[in-house]
């Protein structure tokens, strides 16, 4: 880095092959993932498995305000219509290669998540939003996939660490930039490190642990709708609780001492 604002000379690059190969795997999965679901014809499949091979790149470049790279190229577009058939076509097959498109997923997006990250810094952005675009650049594709399929969105629910996995590896890259290390060795190491922990956060069931308190607070107030139910059948009349009244705490000050630490958690 520079020492006039952390700006780079240059960005973590990859030969146009593994770019493709990554752009592939991408396309790959979503179409496999989109193809599971009824009511979506051929066209629609493709489309989302083009979306998930390079939503990812798209959206970093659309942050960066740049032209996308999938459009400098044609083979962009090519691969990822092409993988996207054969991930609908042949998903049995592809099931039974299960492992190897995991590890080539691992270190796709470590590989996307570098040159966001080297992208954003060659262009003048300061450390923090580089993290921020390199892992977008890593798990955008599969962001856009399940926006397309108007499902939640996986990436912010409880599962193996695919975004984390991303952050882990943006910021060794970071800290190996300021440390003075050359843009490609870091950028190797930011792959091998987001490969590594999304492939053991997968073999191990490795996740976040679930938010607590809202969870908590939901429960409870279902709990006291579902008696207020049971009341009314008894009374005849039915009085829902306040949500504006009604302490989601159960009486007790945030951040105060459970009474009873028996009581399930």
């Not at 962009?76 to 058939?85: D, I, M, P, S």
């Not at 691992?106 to 675009?133: D, N, Q, R, W």
């Not at 009244?245 to 459970?258: K, L």
Request: glycine share 12%; proline share 6%; aromatic share 4%.
């Amino acid at each position: 880095m520079r020492e006039n604002g952390g700006v780079l000379d240059e960005t973590f690059r990859t030969p146009l092959p593994v770019d493709l190969i990554a752009v592939g795997v991408g396309s790959l999965q979503g179409a496999m993932f989109a193809a599971g679901f009824k009511r979506i014809d051929l066209l629609g499949v493709a489309i989302i498995g083009i979306a998930s091979g390079i939503g990812g790149g798209f959206l970093r470049d659309i942050l960066l305000g740049t032209t996308p790279a999938a459009f400098s190229e044609n083979l962009y577009l090519l691969v990822a219509t092409g993988a996207a058939f054969i991930g609908m076509l042949l998903p049995r097959l592809l099931q039974r290669v299960d492992p190897v498109i995991t590890v080539l997923d691992a270190l796709s997006i470590g590989m996307f998540g570098a040159i966001g990250a080297t992208k954003a810094l060659a262009l003048g952005m300061p450390v923090v939003p580089a993290l921020f675009i390199g892992t977008v650049s890593a798990v955008g594709g599969g962001v856009l996939r399940d926006v397309m399929l108007n499902i939640p969105i996986a990436l912010m629910h409880v599962g193996s660490l695919y975004a984390v996995a991303s952050l882990v590896g943006v910021a060794v890259l970071v800290v190996l930039l300021a440390c003075g290390v050359p843009v490609l060795a870091a950028g190797i190491a930011c792959v091998v490190v987001t490969a590594l922990v999304r492939l053991l956060a997968v073999r191990f069931g490795w996740s976040l642990p679930e938010q607590r308190a809202l969870s908590r607070i939901r429960l409870r107030r279902q709990r006291q709708v579902e008696q207020a139910i049971e009341e009314a059948l008894h009374t005849g009349a039915i009085t829902l609780p306040d949500p504006e009244t009604d302490d989601p705490f159960g009486g007790a000050e945030p951040g105060s001492r459970d009474p009873d630490p028996r009581r399930p958690r």
